[in-house]
């Protein structure tokens, strides 16, 4: 079975840019989350989906970051402009549902962004 | 909300030996409780999980025990192997805490063949 795909895994670019990342999560599951990794902070979660619709946002770090999830087999997130200190590895993840929640999360392997 | 805590931050042993680390949690209604590993240049990985009605679990050489009062839980890996080397990470979830997964800082191990 696939797992959840991400693309790109690696991207460089300008400070400025708009850099666009994506997910394909796992084919029935209803949550996706993303989170953003660095040394300093670990493992963050930015946000997550239930059945499409954002669920909880209150990790994004500022407006300069937005997602969405057209469909449930896709979706983006986008920075906008980018500056250094985004510079970091996203990864997106999904899980199937459950009453409890009591689900694992399903990682893909991330993007390595680095904002110059 | 919930806050998990995680130690050692760093952990070498000789091949064949035992490795423990331990996290604890600070919300008393958290009740799921997943480990990864995390391979360099992947994502974290599930290798095993516990739920807060269960004391212990054990996939082959790898175990989880809980203790609920005392508020924490540890991965035990026995006769590590060099491909055990990794970063490990726990995690706790919290109902009150929607889906989230509240992670550990992180364990780099290191298996010296």
């Known amino acids: 079975d696939a797992g959840v795909i991400q693309s790109p895994r690696h991207e460089v670019t300008e400070m400025g840019q708009e850099v666009t990342l994506r997910c394909k999560p796992i084919?029935?599951?209803?949550?996706l989350f993303w989170y953003r990794q660095t040394m300093m902070r670990g493992l963050e979660l930015l946000i997550y989906f239930n059945n499409n619709v954002p669920i909880d946002d209150s990790g994004m770090p500022e407006d300069r970051f937005s997602a969405k999830m057209p469909n449930a087999s896709f979706s983006t997130l986008k920075i906008q402009p980018s500056e250094p200190r985004d510079s970091a590895v996203y990864f997106c993840a999904s899980s199937p549902t459950d009453r409890g929640f009591n689900q694992p999360q399903h990682f893909g392997d991330g993007t390595r962004l680095s904002i110059l | 909300g919930e806050n998990v805590e995680q130690h050692p931050s760093t952990l070498s042993v000789q091949e064949g030996d035992s490795a423990v680390i331990k996290c604890t949690y600070s919300?008393?209604?958290?009740?799921?409780f997943p480990w990864y590993k995390q391979e360099l240049g992947k994502g974290p990985q599930l290798i095993i999980d516990i739920r807060s009605n269960v004391g212990e679990k054990k996939d082959q050489r790898i175990a989880v025990t809980l203790n609920k009062t005392a508020k924490h839980f540890s991965l035990h890996i026995t006769e590590t192997q060099p491909e055990d080397s990794a970063v490990y990470f726990c995690?706790?979830?919290?109902?009150?805490?929607?889906?989230?997964?509240?992670f550990g800082q992180g364990t780099e191990l290191s298996v010296k063949p």
């Open positions: 084919s029935g599951h209803d949550y």
């Open positions: 919300d008393s209604a958290s009740n799921y």
């Open positions: 995690a706790a979830r919290s109902p009150n805490q929607g889906g989230k997964l509240i």
